[in-house]
């Protein structure tokens, strides 16, 4: 009898010790498509180089510029971006004297267009947190236009970039990312007006983006 009794209490205390040791399913952190085509929407705000040109001509050297373009990533992290933004505003022409910039009163709005390419790579800290670098080159379009001029002056430049920041996944088929990103385009200004009076002739800077992207 004892024997049975101590056999008896050996089974009941051996079904949960093998019930705890049975593996548990766990999902999987990385859901990510081999390659996912993932629109987004930009916007940036942008201190230019050529500071004291866009502070005589719009009161100060920050502006915004707003964009979207298509993102191609790959589940090994590298990843492709084509990106077409915009900055248009109006201001005043003006002269530089003695280190200060004056204007003139006259309407002058200028128009920049770039179209940039980046290719970088994307690493997983956590399942939802992605930090990211990249470089790229791009094509800045550049337009002024003034009521005494005898037409729009219009040129184009290639410029290079390099980006740098952190995405974050908010949802199954939504993430949003800060970046910094830092772009040198030469040559455009320069040639006249108050950037040639300042020496100014890259129309780069350094930008703050935040965008909105879709897709996994």
């Keep these: 009898m004892r024997v049975l009794i101590a056999l008896l209490c050996t089974a009941a205390l051996a079904s949960p010790v093998s019930g705890q040791t049975r593996p548990v399913a766990r999902p999987a952190l990385n859901d990510t498509p081999g390659l996912a085509l993932r629109p987004f929407v930009a916007v940036a705000l942008e201190q230019f180089t050529a500071d004291q040109t866009f502070e005589a001509v719009f009161g100060q050297p920050f502006q915004p510029t707003w964009g979207g373009g298509l993102q191609l990533a790959f589940r090994s992290g590298l990843y492709f971006d084509v990106t077409v933004s915009r900055f248009q ?69 290639v410029g290079y970039l390099v980006v ?13 990312s800060g970046d910094v990103q830092y772009n040198r385009v030469p040559g455009i200004l320069g040639s006249g007006g108050v950037s040639q009076e300042t020496g100014e002739d890259d129309l780069g800077g350094v930008a703050g983006r935040f965008r909105v992207i879709v897709g996994r």
């Design 89 to 157: 505003k109006t201001g005043q022409r003006a002269f530089f004297h003695d280190g200060e910039g004056f204007g003139l009163g006259i309407p002058l709005t200028v128009k920049l267009t770039p179209i940039e390419v980046t290719i970088g790579a994307r690493t997983r800290a956590t399942s939802r947190v992605f930090p990211y670098l990249g470089a790229g080159v791009g094509s800045y379009r550049y337009e002024e236009t003034s009521e005494f001029d005898d037409g729009p002056f219009e040129a184009r430049h």
């Design 164 to 176: 740098g920041g952190v995405e974050v996944r908010v949802g199954r088929w939504f993430a949003v």
